[in-house]
């Protein structure tokens, strides 16, 4: 836990020093997304701790990614870690990976988090809000080797529904 331990201490010390505030900054954690050569030791130990610490840091809000898609597409044997952040972080808890309409609703509504976010859906899908309220299943593919990158590719040549 040392790393998270010197995360928290520069975390705490830099809102302070901004003159921000701990209550003005939100905090983004993926604790079983891979990225490069990162990724945490232990979640399973590590997000009680650094959650229940940013909850008494009384932050703005947590976004959560719950989940692992990229290095395992198969969201049956992933594990979601929106329920153990809950569990030790009073604040505004936001999740996000792989979620439709529905479940979305149901996660809100059971109190698992206080808000959705949608990115790869969203990027793919520019009028998501209208496939949601017309409850249309049609959905683009996302193309994830385009994310990120200059050009148009990938963030404005999706197709809205007719």
Sequence with gaps: QGSLHFFLQHFCLNA??????????GVRLSPYVTAGDGSWENPAVDVPYIASELSKQQIAYLHAERRD???NPN???????????RQHF????ISNIDFEREESERVVEEGKADAIAYG?????NPDLVRRFTEQRPERNPADPSTF????????????FLQ
């Design 75 to 85: 969201r049956d044997v992933t594990i979601d870690v929106t329920m153990l952040f």
């Design 16 to 25: 302070e020093y901004m003159g921000i505030g701990a209550d003005r900054v």
């Design 69 to 71: 898609l990229a290095r």
């Design 120 to 124: 790869q859906l969203m990027i793919s």
């Design 90 to 93: 009073d604040g505004i808890l």
């Design 148 to 159: 990120y990158f200059t050009g148009a590719t990938g963030y404005t040549d999706y197709p």
